[in-house]
């Protein structure tokens, strides 16, 4: 277990309202993901960081920030959720070669 | 084409009998191949991965690897109920960044 958690783990909102997301490592990895997982579309990645202050664009990036200001901490917003942002999320770590997924957070965008 | 495809699934086998999941990719430099088992509502978990030619074994389980023909595939030997879940097949790129597959769903019938 790379010590990986984010909140929240549940949560339900409006369409229209900013969300963030949180994740937090205690294993000092340098590298941090975000993906969403609906079915039918496996994982895909959204953001990544390869250190403080260093973040990419995935592949599903529209509508989508991120920020890494320590190590241990990479967060997810959106800035004006919407329907199609429903989905589960999950952060992940990267050790050498291997990622480790945090438990994943459930959002439901009304 | 997607980068990383995987047999759509799902696949079931009874108890005891070889499951085969099977996995191609596009990027002929991709260098590093993983295995990831997700049970329902959890996160992905490593099972295995591979970088070189040929078969890589650990305990029931086997990866194979053929670069020249863009193939990766798992073997699953005597398979158990506890081995159903999702299988996620994923390719690492040069950019630190991780192509999965939509995944297969295993299903081992007592």
């Known amino acids: 277990d790379a010590g990986i958690t984010q909140s929240p783990r549940h949560k339900v909102t409006e369409t229209g309202t900013p969300v963030t997301l949180r994740c937090h490592q205690t294993?000092?990895?340098?590298?941090m993901y975000w993906y969403r997982q609906d079915p039918g579309h496996g994982l895909r990645l959204i953001h990544y960081s390869y250190g403080v202050k260093d973040t990419d664009k995935g592949e599903v990036s529209d509508g989508y920030s991120v920020s890494r200001s320590k190590t241990e901490d990479f967060l997810l917003t959106l800035e004006s959720a919407t329907s199609s942002q429903t989905s589960v999320y999950f952060c992940?770590?990267?050790?050498?070669?291997?990622?480790?997924f945090g438990p994943g957070t459930r959002l439901l965008v009304l | 084409q997607k980068e990383v495809e995987q047999n759509s699934g799902p696949l079931s086998v009874p108890e005891g009998a070889i499951a085969s999941l099977n996995c191609t990719y596009s990027d002929r430099g991709s260098q590093s191949f993983f295995w990831y088992r997700q049970y329902s509502g959890k996160s992905p978990e490593l099972i295995m991965f591979?970088?070189?030619?040929g078969d890589k074994e650990d305990g029931r389980f086997t990866a194979q690897l053929n670069k020249a023909s863009q193939y990766v595939s798992l073997l699953i030997r005597d398979s158990q109920p506890s081995d159903s879940a999702t299988y996620l097949c994923a390719v690492n790129t040069n950019a630190g960044k991780s192509t999965f597959g939509d995944g297969t769903t295993l299903t081992v019938k007592p």
């Open positions: 992940a770590t990267r050790l050498q070669e291997t990622q480790y």
């Open positions: 591979i970088y070189s030619n």
């Open positions: 294993e000092n990895h340098r590298y």
